[in-house]
């Protein structure tokens, strides 16, 4: 399948793990929505949604940049407007948008608490929601949650309790909406990556260049969410998936492409279940968890 003239609504992509999927479906002419905050070059932070989109335009999509802060309910609403409005529908929701903050829980701040949680559970819901009556009138629709899997041990919140909460309450989101969801056809999943993945996040928060150097590049999950939207939404839905087993289920064995820096072992990524590195062919170091 093609996403040749499909529209893709990416919250929080305009740098990143959701510029990389945007570019991904562009190469194919696919229309792209950026709803995201960054309207200004940010001094410690790449890219803008305006940047976003003229990349996106440069690899044959079609791009609308919007200003939209997925806490405000009214922005969300104006942003899945204008791209009704632009393109004719919505196929594709990518949740990407997501705050991280990892400290425990006497040294969270409430503010930060909140906007976690308004951020990663509150605004995955409500993008979905809203994109939700759209995606009813695709032929192949799907909804893509940039969340883990659910594996519910206590080494994956004793350190960042709020943290963890509001991530895993993204993928409470494809648990439940992929249930709800299934008689209309809409798949809704989530897509996490095996091993870190070079971002500013990684670079900024979790180790800053020596991590960076041990960490996939965001095409890889780029490529992942581009086999899954490429599925039929009907037979795929509501599943938690490893950017690596999605790719190796396509046939792919070389994965040197996206970790051109890594000269030894590569950095696992938080949340991944012990049984998914047990059974990778890649040997990583579990620097998370």
């Known amino acids: 399948m093609s996403l040749k003239g499909k529209t893709l609504f990416i919250s929080g992509g305009s740098r990143g793990i959701g510029l990389a999927i945007a570019l991904r479906a562009a190469r194919d002419g696919a229309n792209v929505t950026i709803a995201a905050k960054t309207a200004e070059p940010h001094p410690k932070l790449p890219g803008t949604i305006y940047s976003a989109a003229e990349e996106i335009e440069k690899a044959g999509g079609k791009a609308l940049p919007v200003l939209c802060d997925i806490r405000d309910e009214a922005q969300v609403t104006e942003a899945v407007a204008k791209t009704v409005e632009k393109f004719g529908g919505i196929d594709i929701c990518v949740n990407n948008a997501s705050a991280i903050n990892l400290t425990g829980t006497l040294q969270t701040d409430m503010k930060r608490y909140d906007l976690m949680h308004q951020i990663n559970t509150r605004g995955t819901f409500l993008v979905s929601k809203t994109c939700i009556p759209h995606l009813k009138n695709a032929t192949n629709p ?20 709020a943290y963890t909460m509001a991530k895993f309450g993204m993928s409470m989101c494809t648990l439940g909406m992929s249930a709800e969801f ?15 993945i070079d971002t500013a996040a990684v670079r900024n928060l979790l180790g800053g260049d020596s991590v960076a150097a041990m960490s996939r590049s965001p095409e890889i999950l780029a490529d992942a ?10 037979e795929t839905s509501g599943n938690f998936f490893i950017d690596e087993e999605v790719l190796r ?13 890594a000269k030894g072992l590569l ?16 040997q990583v170091a579990r620097t998370f968890g």
């Open 142 to 161: 799907h909804i893509l949650n940039l969340a883990p899997p659910l594996d519910m041990k206590a080494k994956w919140f004793k350190g960042h309790v």
């Open 182 to 196: 299934a008689r209309d056809g809409i798949a809704v999943n989530s897509l996490w990556p095996l091993t870190a």
């Open 225 to 234: 969410a581009y086999a899954i939207f490429s599925r039929p939404s009907r």
């Open 249 to 261: 289920e396509e046939g792919v064995s070389d994965f040197a492409i996206y970790a051109p820096r």
């Open 267 to 282: 950095a696992g990524d938080f949340f991944v279940p012990d049984e998914v590195f047990e059974r990778s062919p890649t």
